[in-house]
């Protein structure tokens, strides 16, 4: 098995449900068509990403994915700088959005693809709170500016209605049931 990631959370999440893989990371541009959905979107740049190990696809099982925040229908990305991520977790604050992952499963130039959707839900967050987490923990590489399995997380999300681990990047439990539907062999056991 390899995930195709240079996520940390995932790498730890795929590691914490007890799988055996191997990291390995190419550089895929990730190009967002305008005519798609959300749902789309991330469903594309996961099989993109999986695309690019077509070699491997043979004798491996590659895992790929991506995570998008989606509110009123705009997918937040990855901020470059600390004024943007100030910009979207103001836009967050108060308000609920959509966190959605795609996964990508890619054996034998076969791919398998599914998604996962979690509504999360900020309280009012302050100007103060917003400057201290962004200067404490640079989510420069969280879609949507923040990871929920930090401060900012866990002081100002008031609920979420979903699979907790699709948040962080991952659907676990989701990839689990996928992973039980591949042929003995493929996959190795839990």
């Not at 400057?131 to 100002?156: C, L, N, S």
Request: aromatic share 8%; charged share 25%.
């Amino acid at each position: 098995m390899i995930l195709a990631s240079k996520s940390p959370r995932r790498q730890r999440l795929l590691r914490e449900a007890g799988f055996e893989f191997e990291v390995i990371v190419r550089p895929v541009e990730e190009q967002v068509v305008g005519h798609l959905t959300p749902r789309e979107v991330a469903l594309r740049i996961a099989e993109d990403k999986a695309r690019a190990y077509s070699d491997l696809s043979q004798n491996h099982l590659i895992i790929t994915a991506d995570t998008i925040v989606v509110l009123d229908e705009h997918i937040l990305g990855k901020p470059s700088h600390a004024a943007e991520a100030t910009r979207m977790l103001q836009q967050l604050s108060g308000r609920s959005h959509e966190v959605i992952s795609a996964v990508c499963l890619y054996h034998q130039n076969h791919l398998h693809s599914f998604s996962e959707r979690t509504e999360v839900c900020f309280r009012e967050l302050e100007a103060e709170e917003i400057q201290h987490y962004i200067t404490h923990y640079r989510p420069f590489d969280k879609a949507g500016a923040y990871g929920i399995q930090e401060w900012i997380g866990m002081v100002g999300i008031s609920g979420i209605r979903g699979d907790y681990y699709n948040v962080m990047g991952l659907p676990l439990a989701g990839l689990y049931r996928e992973l039980k539907s591949f042929p003995k062999g493929v996959v190795l056991q839990v």
